[in-house]
């Protein structure tokens, strides 16, 4: 009797390239979780930089000014909040502008060397900021030059993580997966503003030390640990790059199904795919700046992400002071409540993810939540304080319908933008894509917050007028790829019912 043969599913590789996806997937996301942990501190301090003297028991020291006796040299003055505004945005626009130069490199160097390498600098320029405490340092330059080298070596992580995950996971269910792995963002915001809430009133330089010292040691797990390509470890190396350059025979089955679409990665059937004969190429070039922008979609994707960024970040690091200016919160409270708007962020971004897995429309899945969120952003200004249950409804309500669009643009959508059918099965596209979309989304969050400074002074309902703006302009960049969707879509459901002939 001939032997009975081994289920495909069973087979060696397989179940090691299974093993690996999972540890890729663990280790990108407690990166970036580290990433953002690094990143929140600054907005818990605020308060504590310039709080309101006149609440506490001691009394003023001597040649002082007895209203801002105790807050920290130089953000002591009338314009603390155009300074803070300053502060955010050193890091933000050196990010900003780094990150058009991060995908290049991303492409051409290592990306374990490089991600590890970032990783282990940001540590150290997240913990001189702390030092400038025990230091007592109170020269603005400091700070923002600080500010402007840690925005530098941060844009080594998103390009580096997206593309280490798409090299590993197919089209079949990248939304929800990378939905999920995406909260990522908000689970180093959360963790961020608790470790930072520690020490804000005690100590603030350990706000800062402590996060440096967790994205730091984290580098030095990832330089150990992380696996790019799936060939490196003995896996089947991709026939074609599908979604990531995962093989043909290694999809999942939802992988086929769920290549209908404007971002469908390729025409042919599986079979076609399949039984076509391989052919040695040439390793591909990576892809040029240009070129990357030429790819269907890059630019609106693009600038729809500049506002909602904008919104994300303006959020992301004045919510707790204008918690405790509206709200009368102390530093420490502020902080934990804020955190309430990532854990909505987490589910909108699952949500987000999910939902554009199963109608294939990952533009009007994010029209349709950011249309909801002007809305929700105008009722949270003006009864979210209302009372607790309230204001915590209000805010993962908020931070779903804000971050699930920001989160599905950044990940699902980069990566099915990255390995686009017009590449020819190149997937040396995915980090330079990748660093476009989310550079061009710093460049908003780089204004948000900057906005803010400059127009909370006037109020904050003003503040989240720009906000609801932003959002609406998001929506509108999108409108064009939204109408393609919506075409395709008729045009399934003609085809279906026989209107039109296949």
Same mark, same amino acid.
């Given at each position: 009797?001939?032997?009975?043969?081994?289920?495909?599913?069973?087979?060696?590789?397989?179940?090691?390239?299974?093993?690996?996806?999972?540890?890729?997937?663990?280790?990108?996301?407690?990166?970036?979780?580290?990433?953002?942990?690094?990143?929140?501190?600054?907005?818990?301090?605020?308060?504590?930089?310039?709080?309101?003297?006149?609440?506490?028991?001691?009394?003023?020291?001597?040649?002082?000014?007895?209203?801002?006796?105790?807050?920290?040299?130089?953000?002591?003055?009338?314009? #603390?909040?155009?300074?803070?505004?300053?502060?955010?945005? +050193?890091?933000?626009?050196?990010?900003?502008?780094?990150?058009?130069?991060?995908?290049?490199?991303?492409?051409?160097?290592?990306?374990?060397?490089?991600?590890?390498?970032?990783?282990?600098?940001?540590?150290?320029?997240?913990?001189?900021?702390?030092?400038?405490?025990?230091?007592?340092?109170?020269?603005?330059?400091?700070?923002?030059?600080?500010?402007?080298?840690?925005?530098?070596?941060?844009?080594?992580?998103?390009?580096?993580?997206?593309?280490?995950?798409?090299?590993?996971?197919?089209?079949?269910?990248?939304?929800?997966?990378?939905?999920? &792995?995406?909260?990522?963002?908000?689970?180093?915001?959360?963790?961020?503003?608790?470790?930072?809430?520690?020490?804000?009133?005690?100590?603030?330089?350990?706000?800062?030390?402590?996060?440096?010292?967790?994205?730091?040691?984290?580098?030095?797990?990832?330089?150990?640990?992380?696996?790019?390509?799936?060939?490196?470890?003995?896996?089947?190396?991709?026939?074609?790059?599908?979604?990531?350059?995962?093989?043909?025979?290694?999809?999942?089955?939802?992988?086929?199904?769920?290549?209908?679409?404007?971002?469908?990665?390729?025409?042919?059937?599986?079979?076609?795919?399949?039984?076509?004969?391989?052919?040695?190429?040439?390793?591909?070039?990576?892809?040029?700046?240009?070129?990357?922008?030429?790819?269907?979609?890059?630019?609106?994707?693009?600038?729809?992400?500049?506002?909602?960024?904008?919104?994300?970040?303006?959020?992301?690091? &004045?919510?707790?002071?204008?918690?405790?200016?509206?709200?009368?919160?102390?530093?420490?409270?502020?902080?934990?409540?804020?955190?309430?708007?990532?854990?909505?962020?987490?589910?909108?971004?699952?949500?987000?993810?999910?939902?554009?897995?199963?109608?294939?429309?990952?533009?009007?899945?994010?029209?349709?939540?950011?249309?909801?969120?002007?809305?929700?952003?105008?009722?949270?200004?003006?009864?979210?304080?209302?009372?607790?249950?309230?204001?915590?409804?209000?805010?993962?309500?908020?931070?779903?319908?804000?971050?699930?669009?920001?989160?599905?643009?950044?990940?699902?959508?980069? +990566?099915?933008?990255?390995?686009?059918?017009?590449?020819?099965?190149?997937?040396?596209?995915?980090?330079?894509?990748?660093?476009?979309?989310?550079?061009?989304?710093?460049?908003?969050? +780089?204004?948000?917050?900057?906005?803010?400074?400059?127009?909370?002074?006037?109020?904050?309902?003003?503040?989240? #007028?720009?906000?609801?703006?932003?959002?609406?302009?998001?929506?509108?960049?999108?409108?064009?790829?939204?109408?393609?969707?919506?075409?395709?879509?008729?045009?399934?459901?003609?085809?279906?019912?026989?209107?039109?002939?296949?």
């Amino acid at each position: 009797r001939p032997p009975i043969p081994v289920p495909v599913s069973l087979t060696p590789p397989l179940a090691l390239s299974r093993r690996y996806r999972g540890l890729t997937l663990v280790l990108t996301f407690l990166c970036y979780t580290s990433y953002h942990l690094s990143r929140k501190p600054i907005s818990i301090v605020k308060s504590q930089l310039h709080p309101n003297c006149t609440a506490l028991d001691p009394e003023p020291r001597n040649n002082s000014n007895s209203s801002t006796w105790c807050s920290w040299a130089p953000f002591d003055g009338e314009n #603390y909040k155009e300074l803070f505004g300053a502060l955010d945005n +050193a890091f933000l626009v050196a990010y900003a502008i780094g990150m058009f130069i991060s995908g290049i490199f991303g492409e051409r160097l290592p990306l374990r060397y490089y991600l590890s390498g970032g990783m282990v600098l940001s540590g150290l320029f997240t913990a001189l900021f702390g030092l400038g405490y025990f230091w007592n340092i109170h020269v603005l330059w400091y700070f923002i030059i600080v500010q402007v080298c840690n925005g530098l070596v941060q844009t080594t992580g998103w390009p580096s993580v997206v593309a280490c995950v798409g090299n590993w996971f197919g089209k079949g269910k990248r939304g929800l997966i990378m939905g999920i &792995w995406n909260s990522h963002t908000s689970v180093g915001n959360i963790l961020g503003s608790l470790i930072a809430g520690v020490w804000v009133s005690s100590a603030w330089g350990l706000s800062f030390i402590v996060p440096g010292i967790i994205i730091a040691a984290m580098g030095i797990i990832c330089f150990f640990f992380l696996v790019e390509y799936p060939e490196d470890v003995g896996c089947s190396p991709p026939l074609h790059h599908d979604a990531g350059g995962v093989t043909s025979s290694e999809k999942d089955p939802e992988a086929v199904s769920s290549n209908e679409g404007p971002l469908s990665i390729s025409g042919q059937s599986s079979t076609d795919r399949s039984d076509s004969p391989r052919e040695p190429a040439e390793e591909p070039k990576a892809i040029s700046f240009l070129g990357a922008l030429r790819i269907p979609g890059v630019v609106e994707f693009s600038l729809c992400l500049l506002f909602a960024k904008l919104v994300s970040y303006t959020f992301l690091y &004045w919510l707790p002071l204008y918690i405790v200016n509206v709200a009368h919160f102390g530093a420490r409270e502020a902080g934990d409540l804020s955190t309430l708007f990532d854990v909505g962020g987490i589910l909108g971004g699952i949500f987000a993810g999910l939902i554009s897995d199963y109608t294939g429309g990952r533009a009007t899945t994010c029209c349709v939540m950011l249309v909801v969120a002007a809305p929700m952003l105008f009722l949270y200004n003006h009864v979210g304080q209302n009372g607790i249950g309230t204001s915590i409804a209000m805010l993962i309500v908020c931070g779903a319908l804000v971050n699930g669009p920001y989160a599905l643009i950044t990940t699902a959508v980069s +990566a099915d933008l990255g390995t686009h059918e017009s590449l020819k099965g190149n997937a040396k596209a995915l980090s330079t894509v990748t660093a476009i979309i989310d550079g061009t989304g710093s460049i908003g969050a +780089a204004l948000g917050p900057l906005l803010a400074g400059l127009i909370s002074p006037t109020g904050w309902n003003n503040v989240f #007028y720009m906000l609801i703006a932003a959002d609406v302009l998001a929506c509108l960049l999108l409108a064009r790829v939204v109408v393609k969707e919506v075409r395709g879509w008729c045009g399934c459901i003609a085809r279906k019912r026989g209107y039109v002939r296949t």
